[in-house]
Each structure stands twice: as structure tokens, then as C-alpha cells.
């Protein structure tokens, strides 16, 4: 089964947040909709951060809200180099997501048992509704990088030699984040134009390992393309 990448062109990484915010937003009442709720992994970084501060004003049913992570580094619980940390402060502090409803990837008690326990806290998601990503300058994702040779039938990996610090962290699998009714990548900035080419052209890259059966959606702006 191929999977079709869709490439949404927008001029600046502004543009992009606006327009992913647009679609997390139908993503969630179109889920509420349909199952009663809305199952949602977030990502870390810059871009995804000006989305949670633009979605903290958003209608909708926080309540029906059920947020998970793709991946987080191990560090404290209070730590702001956290993934949770950021989301907290852009999103999670803001809203009236029920406390029961978030799921945080206890990290702070390193990756061999953090990624346990959040093997059973995702273990009765039948599908996910919308997964976030971003991506690196080496192509990685969540806290997929090129040359790690992880279980693919593993739902969460214990991540013990990043090439960012910090070393040890914990991720969702291919597999899981692929467990999705939609999937958007957030791509901005200049210093992504090597990775987004080598991905355009088949390259053996983290971010092509996400395959999901309705594809993904990629939101770029034009730094990211080579074109500013």
C-alpha cells in the first residue's frame, strides 16, 4: 500500500501554525462528532509551542480531550526542558482538559520504566485521532534518529543514546504513532531544506517510517523548501 504524503505550502512558519491550528481544531469536533472524544499526541518545539498558545483560545469541548505525548526526555518531573513541561505552559495550564484525561510520560523515572508504564497507559488506545510530529534537522522524529535500530513491534522504545542531549529519553514507536486517523507534520525553517529533500526522495529517514493508512499531511513554510 503506498502511502500519500500531502504537502501544504504556506510562505511563513507563522502561516503554518495558523493553518495547523485550523485543523487540529476541525480534527477534535469532527472526533468528538463521530466517538465521543478527541485522542491526540502532541510534539515538542517551537512551532507546535505557538500552536498550543494559539489553541488555548479555541472552541471547543475540552472536556472530550484526551492528550498523549510522542515522546519526552529523561529529566524531573518540573523540568522545562520537558516536552509536558512547554505543553503545560503554552496549553494544558489554560484549558479545562480534565487532569485524568493527560497523559505525561513519566520520565523522570528513566527510560527502562517510564516506557513500562506508558506502555500500559496507551495499551487500550484503539486508535489514535490526530498525531502531531515535527521534525529535525536529521530527519528524526519524536525521539526516532537515523541509525537506531529500535523493535518495531514495540509500542513505546527506551532511548538511552540520543544524539541530542539529553541522551536518555523514551518515544512512541513507528508503529504507534502510524495507529492514527490523520497525522500532521509541522516542518519550519531553513534548517530543515536538507532533511525535507533527502525525505522528498525516498531517503531511509525516521519521519518516513510514519506510515499511516490515510497518510500524512505535511505543513511546511518556504525556508523549510529552500524558497526564502
Known sequence: MQIINQWHQFESA???ADAALEQIVNSAEKAIA????????LAGGSTPEKIYQQLANAKTDWSKWMVYYGDERCLPADDKDRNSIM????LLSKVSIPKANVFT???ELGATEA??????AIADVEQFDLVLLGMGEDGHTASLFPGHDN????TVHEIYNSPKPPSDRISLSAKTLANTRQCFFIVTGSSKVDAVNKWKQGADLPVA????????DIFIDQAALGQA
Open 115 to 120: 516506557a513500562k508504564k506508558y506502555r500500559e
Open 87 to 90: 505543553a503545560t505552559n503554552a
Open 151 to 154: 523493535d518495531s513491534e514495540e
Open 14 to 16: 507563522a502561516q503554518v
Open 105 to 107: 510520560m513519566p520520565a
Open 209 to 216: 517510517t510514519i506510515c499511516p493508512s490515510s497518510g500524512v
Open 34 to 41: 463521530a466517538r465521543g472524544g478527541f485522542k491526540i499526541v
